[in-house]
């Protein structure tokens, strides 16, 4: 017992060691203004400069306040000392003229870093005029999202909240080794093409003990991401936790040793699902594993869509050439908003292999849901209902 406090306290010692040993810098000292009126870029991108010249440890410090950031803005790596560090107190906001950001990528972009801690802070992209503008049918830009990590390393956001993006609240680009936690993305369930985070091209990313409101996917996972693990996340209103779209183009590296463990959804559109498009492609959705789920009033709890060809365009052959195989859903329950709870349309040139179903208990109006499968092959074990699928 003496043995295990002498190590504590010896690990609390190096924690504290490390954290005072950082040089912290204030970006109000630097001149910047908290008042959400006055564009605090250069500022912010001279503390950047600064803790990545610094040849100790730095640590870029944001307090409580509101921080106009008008344009969009790039943290490069590139010539980093040290792994870099900020901490958010305050909100860090768009102008009300979206147009500022609205015809780039993103709003707030980090690439080339390797090491880099993010806790706390919101950030408000002030999305709903774009979003209005899309519904009117006028022209209006594509937007931009939020916050973007591209081919960075050893990434860690924490307690960080997102809210009112005008497209994609977060993306993970081209990185590995990323893990998100106690993350908060929040926006209408009306609000378009607004989705939670999008992982494309990346491996080992983690999503942990987040929550996500939005008008898109949850969580959507694109071409190229391997090893990736979510968990303890609640959504809703949104499109669920989504792999794809896959399959637009036709050499595309495949998805592949995906968990989703602990998810609530509620009054979403989907829950788990798979959405590939109808066309040719040689890419791939394989070892996924969707455990310990509870739904509520979802209206496609379990998807598999092989079909997804909006207005019938772009599609010549209208058959995908995703390959899905060894996906396993697992202690699933809860309740549908639509009759049939579970839905597996598999490719009818590759089918899907390897589908398992477990305990898997939904209903619809407190009576049993119903199921509908084409070109899916595999087993069920344990309580099923809907039943006779597979």
Known sequence: MAYFLRLTLFIIFLVNSALAARVSINVLRLGARADGRTDVSKVFLRAWNSACASTRPAQIYVPRGRYLIRGPIVFSGHNCKHSMFIRIQGTIVASTNYNLIATNGNWIKFENVNGLSISGGIIDAKGAALWNCKKSGNNCPAGATSIGFYSSTNVVVSRLTSINSQMFHMIVYKCRTVRLRGIKILALGSSPNTDGINVQLSSGVSIFNSRISTGDDCVSIGPGTTNTWIENVFCGPGHGISIGSLGWDLHEP???????????????????RIKTWARSSNGFVRDVLFKNIAMSNVKNPILIDQDYCPNNQDCPGKVSGIKISNVRYQDIRGSSATPIAVQLQCSKKYPCSGIR????????????????????????????KPSGCL
């Open 254 to 272: 495949g998805v592949q040793n995906l968990t989703v463990k602990s998810v609530a959804f509620r009054n979403s559109d989907n829950g788990v």
């Open 357 to 384: 179903l477990q305990d898997v208990v939904l209903t619809y109006k407190n009576q049993a849901a119903k199921a509908s499968c084409a070109n899916a092959g595999g087993t069920a074990s344990g309580v099923i």
